[in-house]
Nanobody, 123 residues
Framework: QVQLVESGGGLVQAGGSLRLSCAAS????????MGWFRQAPGKEREFVAG????????YYTDSVKGRFTIFRDNAKNTVFLQMDRLKPEDTAVYYC????????????????WGQGTQVTVSS
């Protein structure tokens, strides 16, 4: 059983920064793909960024490229999402997700989810 515990959400002004954390309780984390998703009110949950733990390869949705950075801390089994130059349209509940194998951009492939953390960007 994999448990994901997120932290780091909050309220920030447009142009500001936040860092989200996702601590994973998993025995062999190197075989996992980790993703960040977000869901705004009335919208479907969407892929934001992902990282393959084995080699550190990363992927981003177009709207966050150049502003968000996903990275991992191997010693702490923790994945981070550094969000810079935030925009009001980034406002959503952000979820960490994990799957055995490489990352995918669809929620369908992820068996494990965190509880979600609210990110609100004011204009």
């Amino acid at each position: 059983q994999v448990q994901l515990v997120e932290s780091g959400g909050g309220l920030v002004q447009a142009g500001g920064s936040l860092r989200l954390s996702c601590a994973a309780s998993v025995r062999t984390v190197s075989s996992y793909g980790m993703g960040w998703f977000r869901q705004a009110p009335g919208k479907e949950r969407e892929f934001v960024a992902g990282i393959n733990w084995s080699d550190g390869s990363t992927y981003y949705t177009d709207s966050v490229k150049g502003r968000f950075t996903i990275f991992r801390d191997n010693a702490k089994n923790t994945v981070f999402l550094q969000m810079d130059r935030l925009k009001p349209e980034d406002t959503a509940v952000y979820y960490c997700a994990a799957r055995e194998g490489p990352i995918y951009s669809s929620t369908y492939y992820y068996a494990y989810w965190g509880q979600g953390t609210q990110v609100t960007v004011s204009s």
